[in-house]
């Protein structure tokens, strides 16, 4: 047990062996991730040679990831890792092996290509809900949690950096199909090594019908006392009385990435005009920046106010830095002004992410943290769609504008929505006390 003048630190997290090795199979595992993607892209440019059909094809494979997701998960809440995982890595890398196989030469039939990347994406094991499931039991300490969830956030947005990087760099010295025969070879080895952990061995399916199960707030509103206010009622269903709460993490989620699609597509834009357009990398990298330093910071700090209050508040902050980010005059100002709106990405990620696995029912905990995880990649997609329509319309400040209104939107519906006094107070004592 760590005093309150000094709290936990990430070694604290990564002390622990079991917890060490599983987190280093999980990010092996979920780089393939990161090269996967660009890899699919330059293969089916180079094999159909249409840049939209390309797209099209992208775009299935990336729906079929993410809707199906929580479906994944709720398999893997039902069976454990260690008999879910396997057969989707196995699916999946099978999968991505053909894809490979059809892309090394041109000529591949479109409809083919569609055909087996909406079910390679329908098998893609998700690894980064189960860790931060297996965060949550190796962590029983909230302020350990905290720190293992902002360090899962910012490798993750690591890997989504180097990944690409991997991947063009593959694509230059071979072909881009060897970047998809990578991606397969990662996911299987990855995911073979985290289910062979002590750590995911020793986890075990939550089993139901062993008992009723209350939701987290209700249990801490029952270890508060009497004088504690009740946590948010509703009819009990899947997810427990508490459900409406995931509400909250789900929205602040896909309102991030509502707005990192909408600023992805204005950087590019913002650096065309600028008639520097290559220099949008060091904007994108002091967007990743940003937010790993941001992420980092947050996880160190012991915070006293509820993750329900501190949601709303990095959401706001986000949203502002991103409107102001509208008023750079150069790319100078501009990767200055986005790695101020990083600062707050991967806290409020980690806010989400905590707060889901704090309010879904023991035996949903992997599926809903898929569904936030589901919600960021949809409305990542849906930001820089939307901002696309209206880019050439109107002027671009306003469209940065327009970009920070989801974050800004989903922080007023979190401050005015029904039972968020109730269940800001419940946590409020949790947190005080876990901190004291």
């Known amino acids: 047990m760590s005093s309150p003048s000094r709290p936990p630190s990430y070694l604290a997290v990564l002390s622990l062996p079991s917890a060490r090795r599983a987190f280093g199979a999980a990010l092996l595992g979920r780089l393939s991730y990161g090269t996967v993607f660009l ?9 159909t040679g249409s840049y939209a059909l390309a797209g099209g094809v992208i775009a299935l494979f990336g729906l079929t990831t993410s809707l199906l997701a929580p479906l994944r998960a709720r398999l893997i809440d039902r069976y454990g890792p260690r008999r879910a995982l396997p057969p989707m890595a196995v699916l999946y890398a099978m999968l991505l092996t053909c894809l490979a196989v059809l892309t090394w030469r041109p000529g591949t039939p479109s409809g083919l290509l569609a055909a087996l990347s909406a079910a390679a994406g329908c098998c893609a094991p998700p690894l980064g809900p189960v860790m931060r499931t297996l965060w949550s039991d190796l962590l029983p300490d909230r302020m350990l949690l905290q720190r293992a969830y902002s360090l899962d956030t910012v490798a993750e947005e690591l890997l989504y950096v180097t990944g690409p990087l991997l991947a063009g760099l593959l694509a230059g010295l071979a072909t881009p199909a060897a970047g998809v025969a990578l991606s ?3 996911i299987v080895i990855g995911t073979f090594a985290f289910v062979s952990t002590p750590a995911v061995h020793a986890a075990q399916p939550f089993r139901a019908d062993t008992g009723s199960v209350a939701d987290t707030a209700s249990v801490a509103a029952e270890d508060e006392g009497p004088d504690t206010d009740p946590a948010p009622t509703g009819p009990p269903g899947r997810w427990g009385r508490g459900a409406s709460t995931l509400i909250l993490p789900i929205s602040t989620s896909a309102a991030v990435g509502l ?49 329900v209050v501190r949601s709303p508040v990095l959401a706001t902050a986000l949203g502002l830095a991103l409107a ?38 023991p035996e949903n905990r992997t599926q809903a943290g898929a569904w936030v995880n ?18 050439d319309g109107l002027p671009l400040g306003l469209c940065f504008v327009l970009a920070a209104t989801p974050a800004l939107l989903s922080a007023l519906i979190a401050v005015t929505r029904p039972g968020r006094p109730a269940t800001t107070s419940v946590l409020g004592h949790v947190y005080d006390r876990e901190a004291s």
Do not use: K
């Open 39 to 47: 890899s699919l892209t330059l293969a089916f440019t180079a094999t």
């Open 259 to 307: 707005c990192l699609g909408a600023l992805s597509l204005l950087m590019v834009v913002f650096a065309e005009r600028q008639h520097q357009t290559a220099a949008v990398a060091w904007v994108e990298a002091a967007l990743a920046g940003g937010s790993a330093v941001g992420g980092l910071a947050y996880g160190a700090v012991s915070w006293r106010v509820s993750g």
């Open 324 to 361: 102001a980010a509208g008023a750079s005059s150069n790319l100078h100002t501009l990767t200055a002004a986005a790695c101020v709106v990083g600062l707050f990405v991967a806290p409020a990620l980690t806010t989400a992410y905590l707060l889901a696995d704090e309010f879904a029912r």
């Open 184 to 186: 397969a070879a990662l």
């Open 374 to 391: 589901t919600a960021f990649n949809i409305g990542n997609s849906m930001g820089t769609a939307a901002i696309g329509l209206v880019v």
